[in-house]
């Protein structure tokens, strides 16, 4: 998917769902379920067995899903992932050289940074978007809006404890987009395989972003 692409639905979306499962199967189902509730994006982490063949299957044959590669620590697994079909790169703090080596690669990025030095580092290192993480941690909503008083030309996106009490506030703040894992994607709805109650939350979710856009529902 070209990287145009990539951002105008990450942008248009605002929720970036994170795949923390213990098997290839539940990463599988939960990306498709919450693809087939409105968010065709998906964030597989590093952290699931056969991260790397769960990208590669997602990129294959769900064309229409922007698929991501998270918490990713060094280059070599960037490139593992960018060459298994990944649309974009995360990690959960900030790797110059990943940041580098995805700008050169002309792959989207969103580096994980927390500091404003590190916010300022990453963006100019080449980011697409700096992912403010862990967010609800060090302030929350207040917090993504102390940051973008300084960095108004840089997205920020917030991830690390956005939940249904703080999504809104969060899109308010000046966050572009949501990182959202087991909020969104429960694992006991993953492993009981219930699509409806992952499904709720994705139009929850989706609810509560064009509230805080000021779109209509």
């Known amino acids: 998917m070209d990287k145009q692409r990539v951002r105008s639905t990450i942008e248009e979306i605002g929720i970036i769902p994170g795949l923390r499962m213990f098997t290839a199967e539940e990463a599988r189902f939960g990306a498709e379920t919450v693809a087939e509730a409105g968010i065709p994006i998906v964030e597989v982490t590093m952290t ?14 769900s064309p229409h899903v922007v698929v991501g590669a998270g918490t990713i620590f060094d280059v070599d697994t960037a490139r593992q992932c960018r060459d298994a079909g ?40 080449g980011a697409d978007y700096v992912k403010i993480f862990p ?9 993504i809006k102390a940051l973008k ?44 395989r ?18 805080a856009r000021g779109q209509p529902v």
Request: aromatic residues 6%.
């Open 48 to 61: 699931v067995p056969g991260a790397l063949d769960v990208i590669a299957d997602l990129a294959r044959h």
């Open 86 to 125: 990944a649309d974009f790169l995360t990690s959960t703090g900030l790797n110059l050289e990943m940041v580098e080596y995805a700008a050169k690669s002309g792959i989207t990025v969103l580096p994980g940074a927390l500091t404003p030095s590190e916010v300022m580092a990453a963006w100019n290192a």
């Open 135 to 143: 967010c609800a941690q060090v302030g929350g909503p207040a917090y």
């Open 149 to 192: 008083a300084p960095f108004r030309h840089v997205p920020l996106i917030a991830a690390g404890g956005v939940n249904q009490q703080t999504a809104v506030d969060f899109i308010r703040a000046g966050a572009v987009a949501l990182g959202i894992g087991k909020n969104l994607i429960p694992l006991e709805a993953v492993q009981r």
């Open 194 to 211: 219930q699509a409806h109650r992952i499904r709720e939350l994705a139009h929850r979710f989706l609810s509560m972003v064009k509230t």
